[in-house]
């Protein structure tokens, strides 16, 4: 039960994060409403396909769902502050061309720091 927890947790974030509402999730899945529900509060594991259908929709390897990239950010931990290991979770669910743009403007944030 805890690793659908696990799974819920990261789905109800994603959702939140892309201002989508567990209905317009729902309807993008062909589900109704209240399965969705029962995925983010863990009482129902989701299928693989509708795991893979989640991933694309967010624009998230299938790791991220599945709880790898919590591992991979309690390894780090040790490392990084809090805010870094933030700053991660959340460059990790843009699209390739708003991370392009990010790193961009970081690097000229940098710069300016610097000089």
Request: proline residues 3%.
């Amino acid at each position: 039960m805890k690793q659908n927890n696990d799974i819920g947790q990261h789905l109800k974030t994603l959702r939140k994060l892309k201002n989508y509402s567990q209905e317009e999730v729902a309807e993008h899945l062909h589900i109704i409403r209240q399965t969705y529900s029962h995925y983010e509060t863990g009482r129902i594991e989701p299928p693989l396909k509708v795991l893979q259908a989640l991933a694309g929709l967010y624009d998230v390897p299938l790791e991220a769902l599945l709880g790898q990239e919590q591992k991979d950010m309690q390894q780090m931990n040790t490392f990084l502050t809090d805010s870094e290991l933030e700053f991660i979770r959340y460059y990790r669910m843009l699209t390739e061309q708003d991370r392009e743009d990010l790193l961009l403007f970081a690097s000229i944030k940098g710069r300016r720091r610097v000089n």
